[in-house]
């Protein structure tokens, strides 16, 4: 019998990513999403009866992984209280429900492995994006608690943390080659990162060659989130 996984926001874009890499690694994918179109199963996250609803249809699952998200871009004197609620409703909110309702079989189990997907934005002060930031710090945070309360029970929680990631999410930002081109050259490997990649580095943290990795967080960016430096200039540069 396949094992199986459950992949939050799997309709697009990163999740999407997610759901192709971990069923070409056989596992049987149960795509969540609030667009229940293509394959997916209608589901908001932010809603607690409709995860547990399908949590009970699904049964047991042997991986789970969040990366339904959104953001509202916005200066924070101009965010409603509304927009700043809502964001925190789907990225910690969503991955909290999710977790206590497809976590409880893993404890059944003794086994199973939550991969949160956040973000560098988590660590990264990050301009006029309202509680996004705050949202994905809020979830490296239950990541980790979630890592130490359910480790003694057999069940690892790692975070995922994507940099700078054209997806139909972000393609607003990066439509335009310009852009696409600044940004790239930005990141200390010259190049903005694929779906493909964050799907990779969350099937590792699936498998058995993570077993002995609980509570980290992975961050996948190229290493933008350790330039800060490059933005100084040195004594050479001034001649
Ligand atoms: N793309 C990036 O550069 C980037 C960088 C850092 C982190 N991330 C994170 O990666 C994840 C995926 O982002 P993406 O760029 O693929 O975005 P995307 O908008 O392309 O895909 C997100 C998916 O989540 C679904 N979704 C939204 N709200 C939902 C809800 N309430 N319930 C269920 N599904 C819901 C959407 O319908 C969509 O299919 C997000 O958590 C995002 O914060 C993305």
């Known amino acids: 019998m396949s094992l199986k996984a459950v992949v939050t926001g799997g309709a697009r874009g990163i999740g999407l990513a997610i759901s192709e890499r971990l069923a070409k690694a056989s596992y049987e994918v149960l795509a969540l999403d609030i667009d229940g179109s293509d394959n997916t199963i209608p589901c908001d996250v932010s809603?607690?009866?409709?995860?547990a609803a399908v949590a009970a249809k699904i049964g047991p699952v042997d991986v789970l992984v969040n990366s339904a998200g959104i953001w509202k871009?916005?200066?924070?004197?101009?965010?409603?209280?509304?927009?700043?609620?809502?964001?925190?409703?789907?990225?910690?909110?969503?991955?909290?429900?999710?977790?206590?309702?497809?976590?409880?079989?893993?404890?059944?189990?003794?086994?199973?492995?939550?991969?949160?997907?956040?973000?560098?934005?988590?660590?990264?002060?990050?301009?006029?994006?309202?509680?996004?930031?705050?949202?994905?710090?809020?979830?490296?945070?239950?990541?980790?608690?979630?890592?130490?309360?359910?480790?003694?029970?057999?069940?690892?929680?790692?975070?995922?943390?994507?940099?700078?990631?054209?997806?139909?999410?972000?393609?607003?930002?990066?439509?335009t080659e310009a852009m696409r081109e600044i940004r790239a050259k930005a990141v200390p490997l010259q190049r903005?990162?694929?779906?493909?990649?964050?799907?990779?580095?969350?099937?590792?943290?699936?498998?058995?060659?993570?077993?002995?990795?609980?509570?980290?967080?992975?961050?996948?960016?190229?290493?933008l989130s350790k330039a800060l430096m490059t933005l100084l200039p040195r004594p050479d540069d001034l001649g």
């Open 73 to 175: 871009f916005g200066p924070i004197e101009s965010t409603t209280i509304d927009d700043f609620a809502h964001v925190l409703d789907v990225n910690l909110k969503g991955a909290f429900n999710t977790i206590k309702h497809f976590g409880s079989g893993m404890l059944v189990k003794g086994k199973g492995s939550i991969v949160n997907i956040v973000s560098i934005a988590a660590k990264q002060a990050n301009p006029a994006v309202g509680s996004y930031g705050p949202s994905k710090a809020a979830l490296v945070s239950l990541t980790e608690q979630v890592a130490i309360e359910w480790g003694p029970r057999g069940v690892r929680c790692n975070g995922v943390g994507p940099g700078l990631i054209p997806t139909p999410g972000t393609n607003n930002v990066y439509d």
């Open 192 to 223: 903005l990162g694929s779906p493909n990649d964050i799907a990779e580095a969350v099937y590792f943290l699936t498998s058995e060659q993570s077993a002995y990795i609980n509570g980290h967080i992975l961050y996948v960016d190229g290493g």
């Open 47 to 51: 809603d607690e009866k409709a995860v």
